[in-house]
């Protein structure tokens, strides 16, 4: 039996540790999910977008698919089990029993059949499910040792025309965050230590206090991150974090036999290609848009194991009615092309959508579309909320695929400071190294780092 190499095991090891530790993402059992909110996360919306390229997807095609989520965490088993056919076997697997253990008591009464599995992706003697329909590995790859065998391995898992939704780190734009990680580091600063921890949070609201550049990255990340635990210290201390381009990614994809077929642009910072939820952005475009910082967000993308001689039968499945009693996902209203819609529009949009997801034939909106301005209906095509079975119309299917701008310019930036000559920063840093039993010549090191973290 193949054993892992030490460092492999060492990575694993660092990173299994952590999140026993810290839970990940840690949300309380008690507080309700808006579970229509992972719209795009389960394996009808991929299977959806390769129907749109003319392939019925595998997870339409069996009525007893088999789902992996590939680094499950605590809360993606519970929230995509509202998605996910019920006749479908979910398959959760992860490094940490903690988030297994808190994932399967979260699941305790979905009607889904679930496996849990402690177990890791590096290792060839933790036997993976076989046949599966979809995988979902949601900012996983990255905190491997050899992540493009990890992917190699899942792919073999995939039958063909199955689909999968990975989420990896833009790497080249978390710079700033790397200066900060290694400026803990250089501190002897411990994610285990509760008051090593506050130590960072002090250090952060420093920076913040004297660079605008520092205070317009973190300020976002008050809320959400600098009081919680487990998200901080997988912001600011994560055990591994391998720094690959979207090339490397792209590479490791296309070797194991998987193509995207999609990209997620959350933060609609590719509104000058065409749709990259339908066709996935040309690589030099993608590059020369994280390289003047155009794209920052993580790269959320599409994939699927393709063969055109592999032929499934679509099959209709039940549609769930909770949906239609819910609420329709804000995020596809939280937009200015988009926020004024009346609430009638987004329910007619929601429910097609729902049929959508489970029919054979999707319903047409042609003219529920017909009041709705051409960037409205764009946007919307860009969050996956209408797809070009949507609608029969050539005018309408190509106003999906288009680009909603000419051109994007590159963002601007706060300014930088010097921060060598704030003397308050440097106490504060010096008086951490005095309680870490470090020299003054790790501050002068650690001022370096976070110079360098200001720079795009």
């Not at 006749?87 to 979260?106: G, P, V, Y």
């Not at 599966?132 to 590995?137: F, K, V």
């Not at 790397?178 to 411990?190: D, E, K, M, T, V």
């Amino acid at each position: 039996m193949q054993t892992l190499e030490p460092l492999v095991l060492e990575i694993n090891e660092q990173v299994k540790r952590q999140y026993e530790a810290y839970p990940y993402p840690d949300y309380s059992l008690f507080v309700p999910l808006r579970t229509q909110e992972a719209y795009a996360s389960h394996s009808l919306f991929s299977g959806q977008l390769l129907k749109e390229q003319g392939i019925i997807p595998a997870v339409r095609g069996d009525r007893n698919s088999s789902i992996l989520i590939a680094g499950s965490g605590d809360i993606l088993p519970f929230v995509l089990s509202f998605w996910e056919p019920e006749s479908s076997t979910i398959h959760a697997l992860d490094l940490s029993e903690r988030n297994i253990q808190r994932a399967r008591l979260r699941s305790s009464f979905r009607p889904h059949h679930f496996r849990w599995q402690v177990g890791n992706l590096e290792d060839q003697s933790s036997a993976l499910p076989t046949s599966l329909a979809h995988i979902d590995s949601y900012g996983v790859l990255h905190h491997l040792a050899k992540p493009a065998d990890a992917i190699h391995r899942l792919s073999q898992t995939l039958e063909m025309n199955g689909t999968c939704r990975i989420m990896v780190y833009n790497s080249a734009t978390r710079h700033w965050i790397h200066q900060l990680q290694a400026s803990f580091h250089l501190l002897g600063l411990s994610a285990f230590d509760r008051k090593d921890l506050d130590r960072a949070l002090t250090i952060l609201k420093e920076l913040m206090r004297v660079s605008p550049r520092y205070a317009e990255r973190l300020a976002p990340m008050k809320a959400g991150i600098f009081h919680h635990s487990a998200r901080f210290v997988d912001t600011f201390f994560h055990a591994h974090e391998g720094r690959l381009e979207i090339e490397d990614w792209l590479k490791a994809f296309s070797d194991a036999g998987l193509e995207p077929i999609g990209l997620y642009d959350r933060y609609a910072e590719l509104d000058d290609l065409e749709n990259p939820l339908l066709k996935f952005p040309d690589l030099t475009a993608l590059k020369d848009r994280v390289t003047d910082r155009r794209f920052e967000n993580n790269f959320e993308i599409f994939l699927a194991k393709k063969s055109v001689d592999v032929k499934h039968q679509d099959r209709p499945l039940r549609q769930p009615t909770r949906w239609f009693f819910k609420m329709p996902p804000k995020a596809w209203f939280s937009y200015s092309e988009t926020n004024s819609l009346p609430l009638s529009t987004r329910f007619k949009l929601w429910h097609a959508f729902v049929k959508t997801m489970n029919c054979v034939k999707a319903p047409v909106l042609d003219q529920a579309l017909k009041p709705l301005k051409p960037e409205a209906i764009q946007r919307l095509a860009r969050l996956g909320a209408i797809f070009p079975s949507n609608v029969e119309s050539p005018e309408l299917k190509a106003l999906l695929l288009k680009s909603i701008h000419e051109t994007m310019d590159p963002p601007t930036f706060a300014n930088e400071a010097t921060l060598q000559s704030d003397s308050q920063l440097r106490k504060t840093l010096e008086a951490i190294a005095r309680e870490k039993s470090k020299s003054v010549s790790a501050v002068d090191l650690v001022m370096k780092r976070l110079e360098a973290g200001q720079k795009i």
